[in-house]
């Protein structure tokens, strides 16, 4: 069984957010150990602190980092696949290390620090998304993933 960790910026304020989080770690749950780690958004007033916020927040998330498996961080700008790719490459990837950790920046994006930690940089979508949603996205992408590897029907 593998192992996925998320470490996300920011609560699941909303119960809809909450709810499809949960369904989709319990489809994963087969196949999978998820923990999600929530970290606490620095607040701001103005993006004129936005490099001020990063580096708090990249403070916080490096204290979870153990240095174990791969690292992704998932960036507007970062490699991008499709679902079939995308199952190849989480199956490669975790059959060598067998754990993955996803990070989920706020809104202001990732100090550069996190990047550089990182393994390697993700894009779910050229188009940019509320991180609560983002959280989401790549649970249901993971069970994706997943299930086409395990040639379960899911993708069609």
Not at 50 to 76: N, P, W
């Amino acid at each position: 069984m593998i192992h996925i960790r998320i470490i996300a910026i920011g609560k699941q304020k909303e119960q809809y957010w909450r709810d499809a989080e949960k369904a989709y770690t319990t489809r994963l749950s087969p196949y999978a150990k998820i923990d999600i780690i929530e970290i606490k958004e620095e607040a701001f007033q103005t993006t004129d602190v936005r490099e001020h916020v990063r580096e708090k927040e990249a403070e916080k998330i490096k204290k979870y980092l153990d240095g174990s498996g791969m690292v992704v961080a998932l960036t507007e700008s970062g490699t991008r696949m499709d679902s079939l790719a995308f199952s190849a490459w989480l199956t490669t990837r975790t059959a060598t290390t067998g754990k993955i950790t996803f990070l989920i920046g706020g809104p202001l994006g990732f100090h550069a620090s996190i990047l550089d930690a990182a393994t390697i940089t993700l894009s779910l979508s050229d188009l940019t998304f509320p991180h609560q949603m983002v959280r989401t996205l790549l649970l249901e992408q993971l069970y994706r993933a997943i299930t086409i590897e395990k040639g379960k029907q899911y993708h069609y």
